[in-house]
């Protein structure tokens, strides 16, 4: 039996930003009404923008600690550099993971004299057991692709439509991309346990007979089965989901803890030129980390109010 159109969609609204340059960001995690969806903890929706010759995506060496950050590039290219040793060009289709762990650092930067950029840009929060490992980084240039009804699917993290993504995780996650070039409709069959998203990354459509368009994020708590997607026009969206992520977590900077304390290390040892090694590759400079001597905050449990 399907299941009524209801009020179960909670409709969350992104933070928008410019980045400099004309170069704009929607967050929809984590935001005052949702903090995580499963152990996905952030996502930026940055484009679609044109850029001018250096211009673009400039994002110099930065650290990361008690993460993995997954990108998702669609339009555009971008180069990846980290403290491994990696450089990774990026392009439309393929998706860069890189597991922070104990710490690690990287760079970002837009290819080419003058074009286009759209990426969804993620984090996901690392367990306990696994969050103080070893840094890593791979890169996925071939993903799962299936039809469904008019919708292009492709399967980034988890498994969907019968097929499984190859990009290794510590959660039990879902993330996909569903494409549409005309009208269509389809259902997504969701497992039970696991809360939803859907972020319209472009165009308009409507889930189980809500209208979502850039900007809006609908959420679902565990418990549906199944949701009913349609578009009438060109339409791109991104479902992630995962198992309710219970471990408390504190999220400040580029930083993923579980005590101010640790956060304050992490930003010192940054600062000081520890812990963390050189980007080599780039010429962009080194983002210093704000300072976190007052840092009081504690970490939460990830429930929204309300």
Same mark, same amino acid.
Do not use: G, K, Q, S
């Given at each position: 039996m399907d299941e009524p159109v209801s009020n179960a969609w909670q409709r969350i609204a992104a933070r928008h930003a410019d980045l400099g340059g004309g170069f704009a960001i929607a967050r929809a995690l984590p935001t005052a009404a949702r903090r995580t969806v499963g152990a996905w903890c952030f996502l930026d929706h940055a484009g679609p923008a044109r850029f001018p010759p250096g211009r673009g995506m400039q994002v110099g060496p930065h650290p990361h600690i008690g993460l993995q950050t997954f990108t998702w590039m669609i339009e555009g290219?971008?180069?990846?550099n980290d403290s491994l040793g990696n450089r990774q060009v990026i392009r439309p289709g393929e998706v860069n993971l890189m597991s922070a762990g104990r710490g690690i650092a990287h760079s970002e930067e837009s290819l080419g004299d003058s074009g286009a950029v759209h990426a969804a840009q993620l984090w996901i929060a690392l367990p306990d057991a696994q969050r103080h490992g070893d840094p890593a980084f791979t890169h996925h240039a071939r993903l799962p692709v299936e039809q469904a009804d008019g919708f292009r699917v492709t399967v980034l993290a988890g498994r969907a439509f019968g097929r499984q993504s190859p990009v290794p995780l510590f959660s039990e996650l879902v993330g996909v991309d569903l494409t549409a070039e005309r =009208? =269509?409709?389809?259902?997504?069959d969701f497992e039970p346990r696991f809360e939803h998203a859907l972020l319209c990354l472009r165009g308009r459509a409507h889930v189980d007979g809500e209208p979502i368009e850039p900007g809006t994020l609908l959420y679902a708590p565990p418990g549906r089965t199944q949701a009913a997607l349609a578009c009438d026009d060109r339409a791109q969206l991104l479902l992630i989901g995962g198992a +309710?992520?219970?471990? +408390?977590?504190?999220?400040w900077w580029n930083f993923v803890g579980r005590s101010a304390e640790e956060i304050q290390r992490a930003a010192a040892d940054w600062n000081a030129g520890r812990h963390f090694g050189e980007v080599p590759g780039t010429t962009l400079a080194r983002i210093p980390a704000p300072d976190a001597s007052g840092l009081k905050l504690k970490a939460r449990p990830n429930a929204a109010p309300g």
């Open positions: 290219e971008v180069l990846h =009208a =269509a409709r389809t259902r997504i +309710p992520f219970h471990e +408390p977590l504190l999220m």
